[in-house]
C-alpha cells in the first residue's frame, strides 16, 4: 500500500508538472516532431524510392523511442539536480521510504507519462507521412515494460553521478546524442549493442511495428537476452547508485567537520573540537 501511495502521489506530481508547464511540454512535443519531419524530407529528396517506405517506417519508430529513452532516462538526473538547487534533497533523504524507492517511482511516472507523448508523436509522424504502423498493444506492450527495465538502470547510474558531482547538464545533453545513436543505429549494422542498455527492446518493438509480427514469431533468444540484459543493468544501475550515495554523504561528512575545525585525536582516534 505504500508503495502504491508513493507511486500515485508521483504520478501526480509529475502531471501536475507538465500541466503547469504546458508551454514547455508542447515546445518539447513539437521538437521531436520536427526532428521527424527533417528526418522524413531528407528520405524524400535523398533517400533511395526502392526502399522510401522501410526508410520512412523506421524513422517514425526511432524518433518516437529516442524520445522515450532520453525523456525517461535523464528525467532522473535532472530530478536530483532540481531538488539539490530547491535544496529539497535532503529532505528526501529524511523519507521511511528512502531515496531510491521514490526515485523508482518517480521514473516509472515519468515513464507513463511520457509513453503517452510517445504515441502522440507516433500517430502525428504516420499521419504527415501517411505509413501506419502495427501497434498491436498485446506484443509491443510487454517488450516495452522489459526494456524499460534497463532504462531504469542507467537512470540510477545518473542519478548516482548527479548527487556527486551536483551539475551535470553538460553531460545530460552530450548523452540524449549518445542514445539517438543507440536508437537509430539497427542491431543487424553494429551486433555489438546487443549488450547495450534498452537497445535490443527498441529493435524488437522496430521489427514488430515494421513487419507486423506477434510475440510468438519472435525468436525466443530475443527474449532471453532482453531479460537478461534488463537485470543486468537494473542491479548494476542500483549498485552504483547506493555507492554514489555513500561516497556523496562521506564527502558531506568530512566537510563539514573540516567546517567546524575539527580533527582526529591520535590517542583517542576519534573527531575533536579544536
Do not use: H
Request: aromatic letters at 14%; glycine letters at 6%; one cysteine or more.
Amino acid at each position: 500500500m505504500r508503495w502504491l501511495n508513493l507511486l500515485n502521489a508521483n504520478i501526480r506530481k509529475e502531471y501536475i508538472e507538465l500541466k503547469r508547464y504546458l508551454p514547455n511540454t508542447i515546445a518539447l512535443l513539437l521538437t521531436f516532431y520536427f526532428i521527424f519531419l527533417g528526418a522524413f524530407f531528407g528520405i524524400m529528396f535523398i533517400g533511395d524510392p526502392a526502399s522510401f517506405e522501410m526508410n520512412v517506417q523506421y524513422s517514425i519508430v526511432s524518433v518516437a523511442f529516442w524520445s522515450l529513452t532520453m525523456m525517461t532516462m535523464n528525467f532522473i538526473g535532472f530530478a536530483i539536480i532540481t531538488e539539490a538547487m530547491r535544496g529539497t534533497l535532503e529532505q528526501l533523504y529524511m523519507s521511511p521510504m528512502g531515496v531510491w524507492k521514490i526515485m523508482l517511482t518517480r521514473i516509472i511516472a515519468q515513464f507513463l507519462l511520457q509513453t503517452v507523448i510517445m504515441v502522440i508523436l507516433l500517430f502525428a509522424a504516420m499521419l504527415t507521412s501517411g505509413q501506419w504502423l502495427n501497434l498491436n498493444p498485446m506484443t509491443t506492450v510487454p517488450i516495452i515494460l522489459v526494456t524499460m527495465v534497463s532504462m531504469t538502470g542507467v537512470s540510477f547510474m545518473i542519478a548516482g553521478l548527479a548527487i556527486i558531482v551536483k551539475q551535470i547538464q553538460a553531460f545530460l545533453q552530450i548523452f540524449q546524442f549518445v542514445l539517438m545513436g543507440l536508437v537509430f543505429v539497427p542491431i543487424s549494422v553494429a551486433p555489438f549493442l546487443t549488450f547495450a542498455p534498452f537497445v535490443k527492446g527498441v529493435d524488437m518493438v522496430r521489427t514488430v511495428m515494421i513487419e507486423n509480427l506477434t510475440l510468438t514469431q519472435l525468436p525466443w533468444s530475443d527474449y532471453g537476452i532482453l531479460i537478461a540484459n534488463s537485470i543486468v543493468y537494473l542491479v548494476l544501475g542500483l549498485i552504483v547508485f547506493r555507492k554514489c550515495e555513500r561516497v556523496a554523504m562521506k564527502k558531506r561528512v568530512t566537510w563539514a567537520v573540516l567546517k567546524r575545525g575539527m580533527y582526529i585525536d591520535d590517542d583517542s582516534g576519534i573527531w575533536v573540537q579544536k
